[in-house]
């Protein structure tokens, strides 16, 4: 039996996954990844267990303020 599920659109969510954060900001995943390598402690990252998540408004702000990736 397949479970119903709603879909949230990306812009509503609080977080998003890796391959979500990339087709939201137009950013590849290899660059996220390295994003996220090299701002371990950035408030716009949640750890879930072992994943990773990005905090859609923080991420947002971080790359307002960014003048290269």
């Known amino acids: 039996m397949q479970e119903n ?3 949230i659109p ?3 969510k ?3 996954s890796i391959p979500e954060a990339a087709e939201y900001f137009g950013i590849g995943e290899k ?3 390295q ?3 090299a701002n371990q402690n950035a408030d716009f990252l949640l750890e879930i267990g072992s994943h990773v998540r990005i ?3 923080r991420f947002a702000e971080y790359l ?3 003048t290269c990736l």
């Open 14 to 16: 609080y977080s998003l």
């Open 10 to 12: 990306s812009w509503e």
């Open 55 to 57: 905090k859609r408004i």
């Open 31 to 33: 660059k996220l990844r």
């Open 5 to 7: 599920r709603i879909g």
């Open 35 to 37: 994003i996220i390598a």
């Open 64 to 66: 307002d303020r960014a």
